[in-house]
Nanobody, 123 residues
Framework: QVQLVESGGGLVQAGGSLRLSCAAS????????MAWFRQAPGKEREFVTV????????YYADSVKGRFTISRDNTKNTVYLQMNSLKPEDTAVYYC????????????????WGQGTQVTVSS
C-alpha cells in the first residue's frame, strides 16, 4: 500500500503561482509513475500531468502546457506541481495519483490516490 498526501493548495489571484506537493509513504520501494489530476465542480476528473519513476519523462495536458511543471525528488518520496500563470479555469481539487510501472494519462489505471487539495484562482 502507498499513502499519498497532497499539500500546497489555496486561493490565488489570476496570474499568480502555487506549488503543490504530494508526499508518498508506505510501500515506496517500487517504481511508481506519479500524476496529477483535477476535478472542477460539476465536471469530470481530468488528467493534468504525469512523470515517470526516473523523472526522465513527463507529459502535460494541453490546457496546462507551458504553465505547469511536474517534478519529483525520489529521495524524499515527493512529487511537486509548480503552477504558474494560473487562470480561473484552473480552479479545482487537485489529486495526486500513483501507479506501478509505465506512466498513463488514464485515471482508471492508477492504484493509489491522495485526498486532494483545493486550488482556487480568483479573477
Amino acid at each position: 500500500q502507498v499513502q499519498l498526501v497532497e499539500s500546497g493548495g489555496g486561493l490565488v489571484q489570476a496570474g499568480g503561482s502555487l506549488r503543490l506537493s504530494c508526499a508518498a509513504s508506505g510501500r515506496t520501494d517500487s517504481s511508481y509513475a506519479m500524476a496529477w489530476f483535477r476535478q472542477a465542480p460539476g465536471k469530470e476528473r481530468e488528467f493534468v500531468t504525469v512523470i515517470s519513476w526516473s523523472g526522465a519523462r513527463t507529459y502535460y495536458a494541453d490546457s496546462v502546457k507551458g504553465r505547469f511543471t511536474i517534478s519529483r525528488d525520489n529521495t524524499k518520496n515527493t512529487v511537486y506541481l509548480q503552477m504558474n500563470s494560473l487562470k480561473p479555469e484552473d480552479t479545482a481539487v487537485y489529486y495526486c495519483a500513483a501507479r506501478a510501472g509505465y506512466y498513463s494519462t488514464r485515471d482508471e489505471t492508477y492504484d493509489y490516490w491522495g485526498q486532494g487539495t483545493q486550488v482556487t484562482v480568483s479573477s
